[in-house]
């Protein structure tokens, strides 16, 4: 993976996503399928899916033409004082 991400993003609530990724030869996310989550909030699961789309990958023309990852997202709902 190229992009530096930590898998930790603040949202609206807490909790966490696992999704299933189809990566192309060039690095691109082209699908992304949620797996299993504990998030109820919609607006908060396409804010994670926006994110993951952006992720980029190694190049490469030894992979499959799409290859899949699975990748676990956690949410968290900032602390407010």
Known sequence: M???????????TSGYAKYELSVDRLGNVTGVRLLETDIKSTPTKFELRNEIVKLKFAKGTYYPKFHHVVVKYTVVKPIQL
């Open 2 to 12: 190229l992009t530096t991400t930590s898998f930790i993003i603040e949202g609206r």
